[in-house]
T-cell receptor, first 114, second 110 residues
Framework: DGGITQSPKYLFRKEGQNVTLSCEQN?????MYWYRQDPGQGLRLIYY???????QKGDIAEGYSVSREKKESFPLTVTSAQKNPTAFYLC?????????????FGPGTRLLVL | AQRVTQPEKLLSVFKGAPVELKCNYS??????LFWYVQYSRQRLQLLLR??SRESIKGFTADLNKGETSFHLKKPFAQEEDSAMYYC????????????FGSGTRLSIRP
């Protein structure tokens, strides 16, 4: 436990509102990831960042945005363009690459739409 | 296209019975395969990776390149094994990322 924190634990969004999910890590990991977890669909990659000031779209990036201004932080914004935002969001960071990569996960944020 | 398939959404076995969680992958290169586990009220965490050829909590997984499978096995299930299990694949490249399967919920009946 520890190392990667996500806040808040629960987040409520009103229609048309942008909301930002926080992810912080003190593991000195270069790479960070955002996943969306829906029942029966497992984890789907939203965005990932291999290094500060650089990030790449994952499989379901539409309606989301990220920034990576600091190594420790990788916030995710769920914009009003995301029509079905209700889900459990997981942040991860990783050490190593390729065959040596291991991802470490945060506790998650559950986003609900009012 | 790279893909990880876990055909069973739910697997229920009795305590003491053998367990096999199926995972098949699609990848043209040399993949690195993992199993991640999420126990109730805990974070998703790495269980094992094929390159280590290790047994963790009695679980093993063998990479079968011919059948493109990486099934997770345990000879005698325990109640504490009940959890959500995800098979995952990492591309062997400098810009690697991990692709997860849809997960299998393992339920151990007493």
């Amino acid at each position: 436990d520890g190392g990667i924190t996500q806040s808040p634990k629960y987040l409520f969004r009103k229609e048309g509102q942008n909301v930002t999910l926080s992810c912080e890590q003190n593991l000195n990991h270069d790479a960070m990831y955002w996943y969306r977890q829906d029942p029966g669909q497992g984890l789907r990659l939203i965005y990932y960042s291999q290094i500060v000031n650089d990030f790449q779209k994952g499989d379901i990036a539409e309606g989301y945005s990220v920034s990576r201004e600091k190594k420790e932080s990788f916030p995710l914004t769920v914009t009003s363009a995301q029509k079905n935002p209700t889900a459990f969001y997981l942040c991860a960071s990783s050490i190593g690459s390729g065959i040596r990569e291991t991802q470490y996960f945060g506790p998650g944020t559950r986003l609900l739409v009012l | 296209a790279q893909r990880v398939t876990q055909p069973e959404k739910l697997l229920s076995v009795f305590k003491g019975a053998p367990v096999e969680l199926k995972c098949n992958y699609s990848y043209s290169g040399s993949p690195e395969l993992f199993w991640y586990v999420q126990y109730s009220r805990q974070r998703l965490q790495l269980l094992l990776r094929h390159i280590s050829r290790e047994s963790i909590k009695g679980f093993t997984a063998d990479l079968n390149k011919g059948e493109t499978s990486f099934h997770l096995k345990k000879p005698f299930a325990q109640e504490e094994d009940s959890a959500m299990y995800y098979c995952a694949l990492s591309r062997y490249s400098s810009a690697s990322k991990i692709i997860f399967g849809s997960g299998t919920r393992l339920s151990i009946r007493p």
